[in-house]
């Protein structure tokens, strides 16, 4: 069984400033990493994903992975209130031939204006 | 392009009762996962069909039951319903073996 750590919050950060999500995972031969935001009462949705070590940007967002530390991050530069939501780690299961997710609780991002 | 589409959004069903929830997947996509959302908690894997066949199983006793048609589209089936059962259950689709999945909007179970 996977374990995804995540630091359930609640997270809050004023507009415009960065906001910092992070997840740890167990098994170290994990390869590759994916966020989902969700907002109250909707469904997941993919936000990113990050299969190398180092950084990837998308627009105000930037995934980190650091596998020597098994340690994921996600950066929301700029946050605004409508990135308020709560932000899922999730990390595919390595020894199946298809992609069944591990995800994590969650982090409950407030964005206050 | 249509999404990943569930049905019904919301239900309501005594202790005892069964249940069958509906999922269409994203067009091109052949595989589809059922996952069970409790409150304040991440999704937890249910089981996940692919090739008209149950792939791979969570940790969810047998009342939990499924199906994958032809067209790719998905039953979940939940028999003698527990007040624990109440959650949010999301279908996501994605394609073959690629762990990139994309999910319905939910179907909202409350147990009474």
């Known amino acids: 069984q996977k374990e995804v750590e995540q630091n359930s919050g609640p997270l809050s950060v004023p507009e415009g400033a960065i906001a910092s999500l992070n997840c740890t995972y167990s098994d170290r031969g994990s390869q590759s990493f994916f966020w989902y935001r969700q907002y109250s009462g909707k469904s997941p949705e993919l936000i990113m994903f990050?299969?190398?070590?180092g950084d990837k940007e998308d627009g105000r967002f930037t995934a980190q992975l650091n596998k020597a530390s098994q340690y994921v991050s996600l950066l929301i530069r700029d946050s605004q209130p409508s990135d308020s939501a709560t932000y899922l780690c999730a990390v595919p299961d390595r020894g199946s031939t298809l992609g069944r997710l591990y995800f994590g609780r969650g982090t409950q991002l407030t964005v206050w204006p | 392009d249509a999404g990943v589409t569930q049905s019904p959004t919301h239900l309501i069903k005594t202790r005892g009762q069964q249940v069958t929830l509906r999922c269409s997947p994203k067009?091109?996509?052949?595989?589809v996962s059922w996952y069970q959302q409790a409150l304040g908690q991440g999704p937890q894997f249910i089981f996940q069909?692919?090739?008209?066949?149950?792939?791979q199983r969570g940790n969810f006793p047998d009342r939990f039951s499924g199906h994958q048609f032809p067209n790719y589209s998905s039953e979940l089936n939940v028999n003698a319903l527990l007040l624990g059962d109440s959650a949010l259950y999301l279908c996501?689709?994605?394609?073959?073996?690629?762990?990139?999945?994309?999910f319905g909007q939910g179907t909202r179970l409350t147990v009474v």
């Open positions: 067009s091109g996509h052949d595989t």
């Open positions: 996501a689709s994605s394609l073959g073996a690629s762990p990139e999945a994309f």
């Open positions: 990050i299969y190398s070590n």
């Open positions: 069909y692919y090739e008209e066949e149950e792939r």
